[in-house]
């Protein structure tokens, strides 16, 4: 016996307003591409999508490395002066 799983990719509708500028350039790449309008728009924000993640990534590891770094530094403090009582 064989079962088969799928997923289906379902889609929101959304009204878009856009500036004038940005459209008629994507109109036109669109024509160069040959790419469907609802696909392009898509993948334009999944890719914008991951380039957010990213950003909120290592803005995210930026405020841990200070924190790591800040309590390095007290430990290190914390060791001088043990260095010191001799």
Request: hydrophobic share 35%; proline share 0%.
């Given at each position: 016996?064989?079962?088969?799983f799928?997923?289906?990719?379902t889609?929101?509708?959304?009204?878009?307003?856009?500036?004038?500028?940005?459209?008629?350039?994507?109109?036109?790449?669109?024509?160069?591409?040959r790419?469907?309008?609802n696909?392009?728009?898509?993948?334009?924000?999944?890719f914008?999508?991951?380039?957010?993640?990213?950003?909120?990534?290592?803005?995210?590891?930026?405020k841990?490395?200070?924190?790591?770094?800040?309590?390095?530094?007290?430990?290190?403090?914390?060791?001088?002066?043990?260095?010191?009582?001799?």
């Amino acid at each position: 016996m064989v079962y088969a799983f799928y997923t289906f990719n379902t889609m929101k509708s959304l009204s878009l307003k856009m500036d004038e500028k940005i459209y008629q350039e994507t109109e036109r790449i669109l024509s160069k591409v040959r790419k469907n309008r609802n696909r392009y728009i898509n993948e334009a924000v999944e890719f914008y999508n991951l380039l957010q993640k990213r950003k909120l990534l290592a803005k995210q590891l930026q405020k841990e490395s200070k924190q790591v770094r800040d309590e390095s530094m007290k430990i290190l403090a914390d060791f001088e002066k043990l260095g010191h009582e001799d």
